[in-house]
Protein backbone atom coordinates (compact mmCIF):
# COMPACT_ATOMS: atom_id res chain seq x y z
CA UNK A 1 0.00 0.00 0.00
CA UNK A 2 1.22 3.34 -1.21
CA UNK A 3 0.07 6.82 0.49
CA UNK A 4 0.22 10.12 -2.11
CA UNK A 5 -0.37 13.46 -0.71
CA UNK A 6 -3.02 15.20 -2.83
CA UNK A 7 -4.01 19.10 -3.80
CA UNK A 8 -7.08 20.90 -4.61
CA UNK A 9 -5.18 24.20 -5.61
CA UNK A 10 -7.32 27.35 -5.09
CA UNK A 11 -7.57 27.80 -8.43
CA UNK A 12 -9.58 24.37 -8.40
CA UNK A 13 -11.71 25.85 -4.89
CA UNK A 14 -12.35 28.75 -6.76
CA UNK A 15 -14.37 27.62 -9.37
CA UNK A 16 -16.37 25.32 -7.42
CA UNK A 17 -14.42 22.17 -8.21
CA UNK A 18 -13.95 20.22 -4.99
CA UNK A 19 -16.41 17.89 -5.11
CA UNK A 20 -15.88 17.09 -8.79
CA UNK A 21 -12.58 16.02 -7.52
CA UNK A 22 -13.05 14.21 -4.97
CA UNK A 23 -15.94 12.25 -6.98
CA UNK A 24 -13.23 11.34 -9.42
CA UNK A 25 -11.04 9.97 -6.61
CA UNK A 26 -13.95 8.03 -5.17
CA UNK A 27 -15.02 6.54 -8.33
CA UNK A 28 -11.02 5.47 -8.91
CA UNK A 29 -11.24 3.65 -5.37
CA UNK A 30 -8.92 5.81 -4.32
CA UNK A 31 -9.29 5.79 -0.73
CA UNK A 32 -9.11 8.99 1.46
CA UNK A 33 -7.21 9.37 4.45
CA UNK A 34 -7.49 12.55 5.74
CA UNK A 35 -8.54 15.71 4.44
CA UNK A 36 -8.75 19.42 5.09
CA UNK A 37 -9.12 22.91 4.10
CA UNK A 38 -6.06 25.21 4.49
CA UNK A 39 -5.24 28.53 3.63
CA UNK A 40 -1.38 28.62 2.76
CA UNK A 41 1.08 31.20 3.63
CA UNK A 42 3.55 31.89 1.65
CA UNK A 43 6.13 30.48 3.77
CA UNK A 44 4.49 27.34 3.74
CA UNK A 45 3.86 27.17 0.17
CA UNK A 46 7.66 28.05 -0.02
CA UNK A 47 8.33 25.19 2.08
CA UNK A 48 6.24 23.31 0.13
CA UNK A 49 7.61 23.76 -3.04
CA UNK A 50 11.02 24.11 -1.69
CA UNK A 51 12.33 21.38 -4.52
CA UNK A 52 11.66 24.12 -7.34
CA UNK A 53 13.52 27.17 -5.39
CA UNK A 54 15.41 29.01 -8.02
CA UNK A 55 13.20 27.96 -10.75
CA UNK A 56 12.02 30.76 -12.81
CA UNK A 57 8.35 29.85 -11.69
CA UNK A 58 9.03 29.83 -7.97
CA UNK A 59 7.92 32.98 -7.06
CA UNK A 60 4.87 33.12 -9.18
CA UNK A 61 3.84 29.44 -8.10
CA UNK A 62 4.29 30.12 -4.70
CA UNK A 63 2.50 33.41 -4.35
CA UNK A 64 -0.28 31.48 -6.76
CA UNK A 65 -0.33 29.07 -3.89
CA UNK A 66 -1.12 31.31 -0.93
CA UNK A 67 -3.32 33.42 -2.99
CA UNK A 68 -6.62 31.33 -1.48
CA UNK A 69 -7.54 27.98 -0.08
CA UNK A 70 -6.74 24.60 -1.23
CA UNK A 71 -8.11 20.98 0.11
CA UNK A 72 -5.07 19.00 1.28
CA UNK A 73 -6.06 15.03 1.21
CA UNK A 74 -3.62 12.17 2.29
CA UNK A 75 -4.59 9.58 -0.79
CA UNK A 76 -4.09 5.94 -0.12
CA UNK A 77 -4.17 2.78 -2.71
CA UNK A 78 -1.54 0.44 -3.85
CA UNK A 79 -0.03 2.66 -7.08
CA UNK A 80 -1.92 5.70 -6.16
CA UNK A 81 1.39 7.72 -6.86
CA UNK A 82 1.40 6.77 -10.35
CA UNK A 83 -2.33 6.37 -10.59
CA UNK A 84 -3.70 10.03 -9.48
CA UNK A 85 -1.17 11.23 -11.82
CA UNK A 86 -2.53 9.68 -14.46
CA UNK A 87 -5.98 11.28 -13.34
CA UNK A 88 -4.26 14.69 -13.36
CA UNK A 89 -2.71 14.48 -16.39
CA UNK A 90 0.57 16.46 -17.26
CA UNK A 91 2.05 19.45 -15.74
CA UNK A 92 0.75 21.55 -18.83
CA UNK A 93 -3.00 21.14 -19.65
CA UNK A 94 -2.30 21.00 -23.23
CA UNK A 95 -0.31 18.32 -22.92
CA UNK A 96 -2.72 16.33 -20.75
CA UNK A 97 -4.32 13.03 -21.60
CA UNK A 98 -8.31 14.04 -22.68
CA UNK A 99 -10.37 13.31 -19.93
CA UNK A 100 -7.78 14.21 -16.89
CA UNK A 101 -8.55 16.86 -14.07
CA UNK A 102 -5.97 19.20 -15.73
CA UNK A 103 -7.34 18.95 -19.48
CA UNK A 104 -10.36 19.47 -18.75
CA UNK A 105 -10.44 21.98 -15.66
CA UNK A 106 -7.05 23.87 -16.24
CA UNK A 107 -6.68 26.82 -17.88
CA UNK A 108 -2.97 27.53 -17.51
CA UNK A 109 0.25 26.08 -17.29
CA UNK A 110 0.47 26.94 -13.27
CA UNK A 111 -3.07 27.46 -12.44
CA UNK A 112 -3.23 23.22 -13.12
CA UNK A 113 -6.36 22.64 -10.53
CA UNK A 114 -4.01 20.00 -8.40
CA UNK A 115 -0.82 18.52 -7.05
CA UNK A 116 0.05 15.03 -6.45
CA UNK A 117 3.00 13.57 -4.66
CA UNK A 118 5.81 12.64 -7.58
CA UNK A 119 7.41 9.76 -5.13
CA UNK A 120 7.62 8.08 -2.35
CA UNK A 121 10.34 10.52 -0.57
CA UNK A 122 8.11 13.44 -1.82
CA UNK A 123 4.71 11.70 -0.74
CA UNK A 124 6.90 10.93 2.65
CA UNK A 125 7.76 14.77 3.03
CA UNK A 126 4.05 16.50 1.53
CA UNK A 127 1.82 14.10 3.97
CA UNK A 128 4.05 14.96 6.82
CA UNK A 129 4.41 18.62 6.08
CA UNK A 130 0.66 19.36 6.12
CA UNK A 131 -0.85 16.23 8.70
CA UNK A 132 0.47 14.76 11.59
CA UNK A 133 0.02 10.73 12.34
CA UNK A 134 -3.50 11.86 14.71
CA UNK A 135 -5.22 13.20 11.71
CA UNK A 136 -4.49 10.18 9.23
CA UNK A 137 -7.21 7.76 9.31
CA UNK A 138 -5.92 3.97 10.20
CA UNK A 139 -7.99 1.64 7.91
P1 LIG B 1 2.58 19.48 -8.86
O1 LIG B 1 3.92 19.35 -8.17
O2 LIG B 1 1.85 20.75 -8.50
O3 LIG B 1 1.75 18.25 -8.70
P2 LIG B 1 3.79 18.72 -11.32
O4 LIG B 1 4.52 17.70 -10.52
O5 LIG B 1 2.99 18.26 -12.51
O6 LIG B 1 2.83 19.58 -10.43
P3 LIG B 1 6.12 20.43 -11.13
O7 LIG B 1 7.21 20.41 -12.15
O8 LIG B 1 6.35 19.77 -9.81
O9 LIG B 1 4.80 19.84 -11.83
O10 LIG B 1 5.72 21.96 -10.89
C1 LIG B 1 5.02 22.37 -9.73
C2 LIG B 1 3.98 23.40 -10.12
O11 LIG B 1 4.63 24.60 -10.50
C3 LIG B 1 3.11 23.01 -11.32
O12 LIG B 1 2.03 22.19 -11.01
C4 LIG B 1 2.65 24.38 -11.78
O13 LIG B 1 1.61 24.88 -10.93
C5 LIG B 1 3.91 25.21 -11.56
N1 LIG B 1 4.77 25.18 -12.77
C6 LIG B 1 5.55 24.18 -13.21
N2 LIG B 1 6.19 24.49 -14.34
C7 LIG B 1 5.80 25.75 -14.64
C8 LIG B 1 6.11 26.68 -15.68
N3 LIG B 1 6.96 26.36 -16.65
N4 LIG B 1 5.50 27.89 -15.66
C9 LIG B 1 4.66 28.22 -14.67
N5 LIG B 1 4.33 27.41 -13.64
C10 LIG B 1 4.88 26.19 -13.63
MG1 LIG C 1 5.54 18.21 -8.73
Avoid: C
Avoid at 7 to 20: F, Y
Avoid at 44 to 62: C, D, I, L, N, R
Amino acid sequence: MERTLAIIKPDGVAKGLVGEIIRRLEREDLTILALKMIWMTKEQAKGFYGVHAGKPFYESVTNFMSSGPSVVMVLEGEGVINAYRRLMGATNYKEAEKGSIRREYATDIEKNVVHGSDSPQSAAFEIAYFFNELEIFKR
